[in-house]
């Protein structure tokens, strides 16, 4: 077992789903509906991201396979599209900027109401919010580097933890922004920003590294893990 790639994909798709950075943006398509029904909408939010994550990481090889994509390839690529995000995150900007959209109609349980709410936000909050080119591009990546049964299970757990630790600020959402503020929010943004950059230069290094075997030191290099 690579503890050091588990670890490292924890802390990778924890700061490029960035909750906390993109819970201004939930609370705004939330902000009419009545606690209950955001936090409701918060725990199916949750199993949506996990339920798209896990698709990603087990289909995201076939769907290169079928396109004739190399992974060095997509290494590159992909890390091209995670050093914008965190460019963007580096620079205080969000992933996708919202103008807030209207209630979903307060009728039923409170569980048929937050799903009425989550088919009006799963697009664009989900996706791409959460789950965008950057997001996917990260799970493939690491699907890719599990090998083994156990490191394939090792990784659906990450994304199951990290899904979790997205519901959990969600549903606390309003708290949490109450008490860091925008200014605790942009701090946030900007680190994870910076973790996000040092990933996607990772990512390139080790597409470099595979194409030009050899050619750099294997000690910065994981592209045989």
């Not at 909750?19 to 209950?36: A, C, D, R, S, Y």
């Not at 969000?94 to 048929?112: V, W």
């Not at 690491?142 to 490191?151: I, P, R, W």
Request: net charge neutral.
């Amino acid at each position: 077992m690579e503890w050091s790639i588990v670890v490292n994909a924890f802390i990778g798709m924890l700061a490029i789903l960035n909750p906390i950075g993109n819970m201004p943006i939930f609370l705004e398509h939330v902000e009419n509906e009545t606690p209950k029904v955001q936090r409701a909408v918060a725990l199916l939010m949750t199993l949506s991201i996990f339920i798209l994550l896990a698709t990603f990481f087990v289909c995201g090889n076939g769907i290169l396979t079928v396109f004739g994509i190399t992974i060095p390839a997509f290494r590159l690529a992909g890390g091209i599209i995670i050093l914008t995000v965190g460019l963007r995150m580096l620079q205080g900007k969000s992933k996708f900027e919202s103008h807030g959209i209207e209630t979903a109609a307060a009728s039923g349980s409170t569980f048929d109401q937050a799903r009425n709410r989550l088919s009006h936000i799963l697009v664009p909050v989900a996706m791409p919010l959460f789950i965008g080119p950057g997001s996917i591009t990260t799970v493939v990546l690491y699907a890719e580097k599990s090998t083994s049964f156990a490191m394939a299970a090792m990784m659906l757990l990450v994304l199951l933890v990290c899904s979790i630790t997205v519901g959990v600020v969600l549903v606390s959402s309003r708290y949490i922004f109450n008490k860091i503020g925008p200014n605790g929010t942009q701090i946030v943004i900007r680190f994870m920003g910076m973790i996000l950059c040092a990933i996607a230069m990772q990512f390139m290094i080790d597409g470099v590294s595979q194409l030009l075997p050899g050619v750099l030191d294997s000690t910065f290099t994981h592209a045989g893990d």
